[in-house]
């Protein structure tokens, strides 16, 4: 069984960074596709940031050029870099692991992942 733990959400002020982490056990498969989504209150879960099994990364249009999805194979964690925080990414963040490999229009749909963190709180104040 895939579990993932996320950590590194908190609050910061606008234009700031942050640098979220999930750490992932329990993987088997020789593929795997990783996304980050996000979910304000009231609001539907978004994709924000995803990678599939050969790199290739996708992101929401409200975050390009801001944040940075990528993963370390060896420690097998996934990142989300933040940079240039707004306080409309205020938001609880969640990753997510699929089995298998996802094209690049794919990765920000949750329906592509079988695995979901518990989440972790980002507040950004304007």
């Known amino acids: 069984q895939v579990q993932l733990v996320e950590s590194g959400g908190g609050s910061v002020q606008s234009g700031g960074s942050g640098r979220l982490s999930c750490a992932i056990s329990?993987?088997?498969?020789?593929?795997?596709?990783m996304g980050w989504f996000r979910q304000a209150p009231g609001q539907e879960r978004e994709g924000v940031a995803g990678i599939n099994s050969i790199g290739i990364t996708n992101y929401a249009d409200s975050v390009k050029g801001r944040f940075t999805i990528s993963q370390d194979s060896a420690k097998k964690t996934l990142y989300l870099q933040m940079n240039s925080l707004k306080p409309e990414d205020t938001a609880m963040y969640y990753c997510a692991v699929g089995e298998g490999w996802r094209s690049w229009s794919l990765l920000l749909q949750a329906l592509q992942y079988n695995y979901w963190g518990q989440g972790t709180q980002v507040t950004v104040a304007s």
């Open positions: 329990g993987a088997t498969s020789s593929s795997y596709s």
